[in-house]
């Protein structure tokens, strides 16, 4: 029984031992591509069923084989130009066993990766590398063994394309469906790309003259950097790098010396170009595509903006206009008319019963009454928003509605006593079943958002629950002698 009652997409996880964490998990990249809880259950039983050992792209120890991996090939990457260039063979046993120790990751690496499952776009059906033996997979297979081989050091270098892939699947293996998270992600792979652009510029500053046993012109003679430290070398050769790449040529003073010179400042120079043009791209990429609600917003109170200067309206009245939007929309624009016709009807429903609910359990009339007939009230709730010292109605005037203080302050004021009513109170319901004359002038004391149920749409509702309506009818003729909130 209690297996029974654990949660479905995980039943088979739990139950098949150590095999559960190449199993699919579920989230939302995994609801996304099934499309139910079920069918993520059904893909466990399905790979298990197949008899075939396969990582599945939504497993946990995907997610985590990922983020290793990013972490390993970032350090390969800062440590084998700096090898390269100012260690000069004398690496030490530590680096030297995290160079054996990476580059047998990398060969398992590319072994496992013969068995990381994949979910074709035309397919939600999982399928294994090696199910999908073309002649061009087996040649690309070769191009990627062959390229993390050992032969020279600087082939070492070509898994930057590893870091650009593992990046794009950090995205999808760490749940992240999230605007402002997707914005982290993808600003610390820009600045990790223009720091690795750096770091090699500057290792090849110092890496050049040091292949042509450093000529009397060179600039590491110049700034006398012979028997320097590491450190010193490194920063001396990425500040030069740097100044290269900005061209502002502060701290490179002197012309290029040589042929061999002149090509590494231009690389420099070109490379710079290059990192200012991606920058540049991605900040507008980035500035255009995020926060769309505010920048919605702005532009709605531009063309507001333009329409009253058209009316030549009076200040005092703009003033007023601004501050109602403000206090309307909060800074950013949402369609919620169309949202929540969008949305399905429970959806809709839900989302009201979140926001309303309460407010219409305070009213009597509505107490105890049957949950589909409080769902469909809720569905005819209208959101206004009145400012401080707006007029809600005037004495006698016709009533159309009844409204609930969700924030806020009014005072309500009758021939005989003024009453103030907050949150969660309510005013207005002896109109809603009779359409009579306003008792009070209701005035807002501060901003209030208000939530108001019409007198026409509440009887489109009733007309489909008659006992009920017999019930308000009953209440509202007791309740015409003895109004207590209007």
């Known amino acids: 029984m209690e297996n029974s009652q654990a949660p479905v997409g995980r039943r088979t996880a739990s139950t098949c031992g150590w095999r559960g964490v190449f199993l699919p998990q579920l989230n939302r990249q995994s609801l996304s591509v099934y499309g139910s809880e079920i069918a993520v259950e059904k893909e466990c039983i399905r790979q298990l069923q197949s008899g075939v050992w396969v990582i599945h792209p939504f497993s946990p120890i995907r997610s985590y084989y990922i983020m290793c991996m990013v972490a390993i090939t970032f350090l390969n990457l800062i440590g084998i130009p700096m090898e390269i260039a100012f260690l000069d063979g004398y690496s030490g046993v530590g680096w030297e066993g995290f160079n054996v120790f990476s580059d047998t990751l990398f ?83 820009l600045f990790m790309m223009m720091f690795l652009l750096c770091h090699w510029n500057g290792c090849i500053q110092y890496f050049v003259p040091m292949l042509e046993e450093f000529p009397s012109d060179c600039w590491v003679r110049r700034e006398k950097l012979m028997n320097a430290t590491v450190g010193e070398k490194y920063s001396f050769g990425v500040f030069r790098a740097l100044s290269h790449m900005i061209q502002i040529s502060y701290g490179s003073t002197e012309s290029p010396t040589n042929e061999v010179e002149l090509w590494v400042v231009m690389t420099s120079m070109l490379s710079g170009a290059l990192m200012y043009t991606v920058l540049v791209a991605n900040a507008a990429a980035i500035i255009t595509n995020v926060d769309q609600a505010a920048k919605a917003y702005k532009n ?68 105890n009454r049957d949950v589909n007939f409080l769902n469909t009230v809720l569905l005819q709730f209208q959101h206004e928003v009145f400012q401080e010292d707006d007029v809600i109605f005037h004495q006698n005037a016709p009533g159309d509605r009844m409204f609930f203080i969700e924030h806020g302050q009014v005072l309500v004021e009758t021939d005989s006593f003024p009453q103030e009513l907050a949150d969660g109170d309510y005013f207005g319901e002896t109109c809603l079943m009779t359409k009579g004359k306003r008792l009070a002038t209701v005035r807002a004391l501060t901003t209030c958002q208000l939530f108001s149920l019409s007198s026409d749409r509440f009887q489109r509702v009733l007309q489909s629950f008659p006992d009920i309506r017999r019930d308000m009818e009953k209440y509202a003729q007791q309740d015409k002698e003895d109004v207590i909130h209007l």
């Open 107 to 189: 060969l398992m690496d590319v072994a496992l990766n013969f068995r990381m499952g994949i979910i074709s776009e035309d397919s939600e059906e999982l399928q294994s590398h090696s199910d999908t033996s073309t002649s061009g997979s087996k040649a690309s297979r070769m191009v990627r063994i062959l390229m993390f081989v050992r032969i020279i050091s600087l082939v070492r270098l070509l898994r930057v394309s590893r870091l650009v892939r593992f990046f794009n699947e950090v995205e999808k293996v760490s749940n992240a469906n999230l605007e402002y998270v997707q914005l982290f992600f993808r600003i610390l792979s």
């Open 300 to 367: 709605k109170m531009n063309h507001l903006d333009d329409y009253m200067t058209f009316l030549k309206l009076p200040n005092d009245l703009r003033l007023r206009i601004n501050k109602y939007y403000g206090a309307r929309y909060g800074g950013r624009w949402f369609d919620e008319k169309n949202f929540l016709i969008s949305v399905s009807s429970a959806l809709r429903e839900e989302i009201l019963t979140v926001m309303c609910s309460s407010l219409l359990n305070n009213v009597p009339m509505f107490q």
